[in-house]
T-cell receptor, first 113, second 114 residues
Framework: AQSVTQLGSHVSVSEGALVLLRCNYSSSVPPYLFWYVQYPNQGLQLLLK??????LVKGINGFEAEFKKSETSFHLTKPSAHMRDAAEYFCAVSDLNNNDMRFGAGTRLTVKP | NAGVTQTPKFQVLKTGQSMTLQCAQDMNHNSMYWYRQDPGMGLRLIYY???????DKGEVPNGYNVSRLNKREFSLRLESAAPSQTSVYFC?????????????FGNGTRLTVT
């Protein structure tokens, strides 16, 4: 089965600094990859998804992610962090005709003023 | 737009008690899912329903049962609750099977089993 590994359970950045959240995937077939964000006491919301159309994917709130097959990575970035970006972020993978989306353990992002 | 609605929001059970978590979606989605979220473990799939009338086990189905009541509703039942089932439960839906189709989540049910 496919899986994802998120490197770093906690990441702390200063407001205005670059955000980099790391995700590596394992899949025997071309994967579909997702980033979700979870704010306190809420469900997960889709940030962006990769479905093989383009390797650089732009999402909501200024986030983007790049699919790198050679590195089996799908890292999430944002050039300039804002206080409202503080949340938990989950990377997820699925494949075609598979109803089992697998999630990483999550990375909690803290933004310092 | 309500999206995915879960009830109740919070629940405390004693070991051995039973309960049903309710989920309804108003987006005309075909597929529905139940996940549990535990600290440091991300979300794990309990059961899913690819379409009305079908249900299948996910990664951690033991101790749970589900019912796809109709296209809108998908319930999760704990027949005899155990402390290991203390968790936050999320219902989700998608247009179809998850290949490329993102999940839409409810706000969760926080369950404590004492």
């Amino acid at each position: 089965a496919q899986s994802v590994t998120q490197l770093g359970s906690h990441v702390s950045v200063s407001e205005g600094a670059l955000v980099l959240l790391r995700c590596n995937y394992s899949s025997s077939v071309p994967p579909y990859l997702f980033w979700y964000v979870q704010y306190p006491n809420q469900g997960l919301q889709l940030l962006l998804k990769y479905t093989s159309a383009a390797t650089l994917v732009k999402g909501i709130n200024g986030f983007e992610a790049e699919f790198k097959k050679s590195e089996t990575s799908f890292h999430l970035t944002k050039p300039s962090a804002h206080m409202r970006d503080a949340a938990e972020y989950f990377c997820a993978v699925s494949d075609l005709n598979n109803n089992d989306m697998r999630f990483g353990a999550g990375t909690r992002l803290t933004v310092k003023p | 737009n309500a999206g995915v609605t879960q009830t109740p929001k919070f629940q405390v059970l004693k070991t051995g008690q039973s309960m049903t978590l309710q989920c309804a979606q108003d987006m005309n989605h075909n597929s529905m899912y139940w996940y549990r979220q535990d600290p440091g473990m991300g979300l794990r799939l309990i059961y899913y329903s690819a379409s009305e009338g079908t249900t299948d086990k996910g990664e951690v189905p033991n101790g749970y049962n589900v019912s796809r009541l109709n296209k809108r509703e998908f319930s999760l039942r704990l027949e005899s609750a155990a402390p290991s089932q203390t968790s936050v439960y999320f219902c989700a839906s998608s247009v179809s099977g998850t290949g490329g189709s993102p999940l839409h989540f409810g706000n969760g049910t926080r369950l404590t089993v004492t």
